[in-house]
């Protein structure tokens, strides 16, 4: 069985570790606060070249955001 990425809890988690918003987060990558929470509920997922900023941003590795 293939285990669920589960990026959205780990962008919440980094993200809320370094108090942010989701307006404040949204705005360094350029999209919307909706957008970041549409991550963090697992609604939707970044855009694959979105990684590295989002990565470089919460100051962890793209192996941890996808839980490895």
Sequence with gaps: MIDKIRIGEC?????KEKRMTQGEFGKQLGVSAFAVSKWERELSYPDI???PNISNILGVSIDEMMGA
């Design 11 to 15: 962008i919440l988690r980094y993200r």
């Design 49 to 51: 070249f979105l990684l």
